[in-house]
C-alpha cells in the first residue's frame, strides 16, 4: 500500500481553533489544501499555525517561503504565542528561504530542493508559501501549472505529507487565479474581509474538503492571542429538553426553562442598568447563580457601583460575577461570536444578560448580527446557559428586532413613574401569554427585589 493511500485513512488537526471543530475529526492526512485570501487576510499566520501544529506533536515540518525572510517570520509567529526555535533545534521544524530565486529555469531546482528536504527531514506536513510567486517566477502559466502539478502536488502525494499552498487572492477577486489546480486540490478555504461601517469583518469560505463533512460553506473568524480562530460550530443535537429541564428559574411568578433566550425590547428613553442589574443579575447572584453581565452602554465600574447597594448577598458572591463592557463601533461579528463563546467556557454562567445589544446590531450588517446571535443562542441552549439581551426600540417594532421571532421569550419594557413595566408579548410553550404585565418597583433599591428577580425555582419557592 502507497504512503498516500495509508495516510488516507488517518486524520490530523490544522491546529486552527474552531476550524478543526468544523472539520470535525480533523482533515484527511496527506491532503493537499488550498488556502487563498486577501492581502493581509491571516493565510500566513493560519499556515504557521498548521506547520505549529504539526511540529508540537512530533510530525516534522518544512515551511517554504519565496516571499518572507526567516526572521520576520520567526517574529511574526511569536506575536501569536508559537516558538518554532526549540522546535527547529529539535528537528521538528525547517524553514526553507527562497526570496532570492529569480530566474525561471531555476524555479525546477528549487521545487527538486523542497522535496529533497522534505525527504531528509521526514516532513510530515509542507507549506508553500505562496503558488502565486512561484507562478510569477515562472512568468508562464502553463509552465506554473506543470511545475505546482507534476513536481509538488504529485511530489508530496506521492510522500504521503499533507500540504498547505497559500494563494494571493486580490481584493474583490472571486477565484484564486490558480485556474486548473482549484479542482486538483483536496481541500480550498478562502480567507477574505469587507469593511462593515468602519470595521473589517472577516470571514472564511470552505469551499471543499475531501473527505469532511462541512457543516457552514461560511464562518466569521478573527484574530486573537492563537492566532487566527473561529468559533467552534453548532451541535444542535446538543439542544436540551425545554419540556422536561434539569433546572427551572424564575421570574417573578413565570416560570422559565434553563438555557431559554429572552429578549427584553425597551423603551429608548429608559436607561435599563438598574434594572437589569437590580432585577435580573443580584436576585441569581443571591441565590448562588453564576452570571455574565455585558453592556453595550455602560462601563465595568459603572455597573459594580450599581451593584453596591444590594448588600452582603450579592457583593460576597463576587467570584460569581463577570462583568464585561463592549465598543460596538470596533467589536467585530467574528470577534463578539469568539470573545462570547471564549469567556461561556472559561466562566460556564448560569445566565448572561447583555444591555443595549441594539448598538452592535446597528454597527453590523443584519445578516451578521442575525448569525452571530442565532449561533449564540443555540450554543448557550446547549451549554444550558440562560441569556436576556436588553435590546432598545419603540414599542410598535418589537417584531422587527432581529430574530425577535426566535427567542423563547419576548418582553417590552418601559416605565410608570418609578415603576417598570415589563410586558410579556411571547412565552416559551404558549399560543398567548397569559400573564399580566410584571411591575417592579425601582424606587426601594435592590435589595427588596431579590426574592423577586431571576432566581432559580427551588429557592424562589422557600
Known sequence: MSQSSQAARQRILLGVPGLDDMFSEGVPRGSIILVAGYPGAGKTTLASQFAYQGASSGEPSL?????????????????????????????????????????PEALGDVVEDVLSQADSMGAKRVVIDSVTAVEQLARDPPRAREIMHSALYLGLK??????????????????????????????????????VKGKLE????????????????SLPYAFTGRGVEFAPPLRPEALPSGVKPARRYRLDDLVMPMGTG????????????????????????????????????????????????????????????????????????????????SSDVSFRPDVVIVEGIHLLSEFSERGDYVGL??????????????????????????????????????????????????????????????????EVDLSGGCRPLLNRGFRPEAVAER
Open 202 to 217: 472577516r470571514y472564511a469560505e470552505v469551499r471543499k474538503m475531501r473527505g469532511t463533512n462541512i457543516g457552514y460553506a
Open 158 to 195: 506521492r510522500r504521503g505529507a499533507t500540504a498547505l499552498l497559500i494563494s494571493e487572492l486580490p481584493v474583490g477577486q472571486e477565484a484564486s487565479g490558480l485556474g486548473p489546480e482549484e479542482f486538483i486540490v483536496d481541500g480550498i478555504i478562502v480567507l477574505r474581509y469587507r469593511v
Open 262 to 341: 429572552t429578549l427584553i425590547v425597551y423603551d429608548p428613553s429608559l436607561d435599563p442598568t438598574k434594572f437589569s442589574l437590580w432585577y435580573l443579575a443580584a436576585p441569581a447572584l443571591a441565590s448562588g447563580l453564576r452570571v455574565k453581565m455585558g453592556s453595550f452602554i455602560h462601563g465595568i465600574a459603572s455597573m459594580r457601583d450599581v451593584m453596591e447597594g444590594c448588600g452582603p448577598e450579592v457583593t460576597n458572591r463576587a467570584d460569581n460575577l463577570f462583568v464585561e463592557s463592549y465598543d460596538a463601533s470596533s467589536l467585530t461579528i467574528g470577534e463578539a461570536e469568539i470573545m462570547t463563546y
Open 373 to 438: 446571535v442565532y449561533r449564540t443562542l443555540l450554543r448557550r441552549a446547549s451549554m444550558n446557559i440562560s441569556t436576556f439581551h436588553l435590546y432598545a426600540s419603540p414599542r410598535d417594532s418589537v417584531w422587527s428586532v432581529p430574530l425577535s421571532g426566535y427567542y423563547d421569550y419576548v418582553f417590552y419594557l418601559s416605565a410608570r413613574g418609578n415603576r417598570a413595566i415589563l410586558e410579556p408579548l411571547r412565552v416559551w410553550g404558549e399560543p398567548m401569554p397569559s400573564m399580566r404585565p410584571i
Open 63 to 103: 515551511y517554504v517561503s519565496f516571499v518572507e525572510p526567516r526572521e520576520d517570520f520567526m517574529a511574526n509567529a511569536l506575536q501569536f504565542n508559537m516558538d518554532f526555535r526549540p522546535l527547529e533545534g529539535r528537528g521538528l521544524f525547517r524553514y526553507y528561504e527562497a526570496l532570492s530565486v529569480s530566474d
